[in-house]
């Protein structure tokens, strides 16, 4: 018994005495804790007296403009550790390399002030576009706080500025818009010559529409305008919707349905929630359905959609479904009329439809005179235009033969018997 007593004696001190260890360590490490805590605290409130700090995040729209005024900065060209992004100029051709900063910690001179940046990269991702989630972190001197402020105002200017005169091209990202590569150089409406007055007619139709929101509204008309551009290749269907945009100034943006993974969501997205002031453009609309539409049920998928997820009625329900978006302007182009269901062209979806043919020989001497800055009486561009027919050749075709006499108009009507005829249409 007594050693048994012993025993136990023994082990209610050990146990004692465990528990008094167990204490202190507690304590010892609760008071690390809260001295941690408290340093920490401490730290932000002496920090916050003398520093000033503003977060933006990649989901705001001021996260594009640091970035794009960073690749700017001197300070940032010389840092040792860069990011490497390509833009494209163009639609793909011209791809320019911009470097901005990478992950980590920066230090820039702004106005004689040192900013101090931190690029954060977030474990979560944007479910979108599968990109992660950002932001930039910026500090100053408490006294300088406003120069954090001026410089986001004149990195918002600088992005806002490099758009002025020019158009932006929006590309699909998984269903939303995206910038692609830097905006483009207007192209002049002089600079297309058509037939007769379309382009007048066009444009005439389209500011119609801009300025008469209200009119559609008092009457219940969806205020939506669509346009079909529709002939053979090259005879500046494309080159038209550009110079339009660059003299309304409006932005564009191209849908490609033949694009793999376009389907009925993504495009009911798209086409719904364009940026503000821009002209939604689906080229040949032909390419995405092909054969009779009347002889397909409703849920018939494009061909060369590999995940046939894209229906035609999920298109034409993107069109004019319940959510569609109010003050959109559609164009849609094709070179194949013929084969385009009436349902998809019928009036509401498409208001105006427009035939863009082959060269006459007006156009063919207006193209001339345009590419050689010649005055519209010269005798060259006559003799030019009067070795062919009308409609016999294609506007792109005719600007093809002529840049291999870029610098000699003479050499041009010389041989001008080389231009073959193409198959009238
Ligand atoms: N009417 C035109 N006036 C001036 N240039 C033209 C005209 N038509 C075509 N071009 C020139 O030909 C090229 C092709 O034109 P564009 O892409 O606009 O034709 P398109 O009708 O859209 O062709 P596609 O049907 O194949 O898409 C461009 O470089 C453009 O400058």
């Known amino acids: 018994m007594n050693h048994l007593q012993i025993i136990n004696n023994d082990t209610s001190r050990s146990i004692l005495l465990g528990i008094k260890q167990g204490l202190g360590l507690l304590i010892i490490g609760g008071g690390i804790g809260a001295l941690t805590q408290f340093s920490r ?27 794009y005024w960073l690749a700017q900065n001197t300070d ?7 990011n490497a992004e390509t833009v494209y100029n163009n639609l793909g051709k011209n791809p320019e390399v911009i470097f901005v900063p990478s992950v980590g910690s920066h230090s820039i001179q702004f106005r004689g002030k040192t900013i101090w940046i931190s690029r954060v990269r977030d474990s979560t991702f944007d479910m979108g576009s599968g990109a992660p989630f950002e932001s930039i972190n910026m500090t100053t001197y408490k006294q300088n706080a406003h120069i954090i402020q001026e410089l986001i105002q004149e990195a918002m200017r600088l992005s806002l500025n490099r758009d002025i005169g020019k ?41 119609e529409f801009i ?33 339009i945009a660059g003299e309304l100034n409006l932005d564009i943006c191209i849908v490609s349905l033949s694009q793999k993974d376009m389907d009925d969501r993504q495009i009911n997205q798209l086409l719904n929630n364009a940026p503000p002031k821009s002209i939604l453009l689906i080229e040949d609309i032909d390419a995405a359905f092909t054969g009779q539409r009347e ?21 034409l329900n993107a069109l004019d479904g319940v959510a569609s978006q109010e003050g959109r302007i559609l164009f849609m182009t094709t070179n194949k ?21 082959n060269a006459t020989k007006s156009q063919a001497s207006q193209l001339f005179n345009h590419f050689y800055n010649l005055s519209a009486d010269n005798q ?14 294609s506007m792109s075709q005719i600007q093809g033969f002529l840049l291999q006499y870029i610098n000699s108009p003479e050499k041009a009507v010389e041989n001008v018997h080389l231009l073959a005829p193409i198959a009238i249409h």
């Open 167 to 207: 158009t932006v091209i929006y590309i699909n990202n998984e269903g939303s818009w995206e910038r692609f590569g830097n905006p483009r150089s207007i192209r002049s409406l002089d600079s297309v010559i058509l037939a007769s007055n379309l382009k007048q007619k066009l444009l005439t139709d389209i500011r």
């Open 211 to 243: 300025n008469n929101e209200t009119w559609y509204r008092n009457r219940g008309i969806p205020y939506r305008r669509g346009y079909l551009l529709h002939g053979p290749p090259g005879n500046g269907k494309s080159s038209l919707i550009n110079a």
């Open 76 to 82: 940032v060209k010389k840092s040792n550790h860069l």
């Open 337 to 357: 009329l013929e084969l385009l269901d009436n349902a998809l062209i019928r009036e509401g979806r498409v208001d105006l439809k427009v035939h863009i043919g």
């Open 41 to 67: 605290y401490l730290w932000t409130r002496v920090t916050g007296s003398f520093y000033y700090r503003i977060d933006i995040d990649s989901k705001d729209k001021t996260f594009e403009w640091m970035l």
């Open 295 to 315: 002889k397909v049920d409703s849920s018939a998928t494009t061909t060369n959609n590999s995940a046939r997820n894209l229906t035609y009625s999920g298109l």
């Open 380 to 393: 060259l561009s006559a003799q030019f235009s009067s070795s062919f027919e009308d409609y016999q050749l």
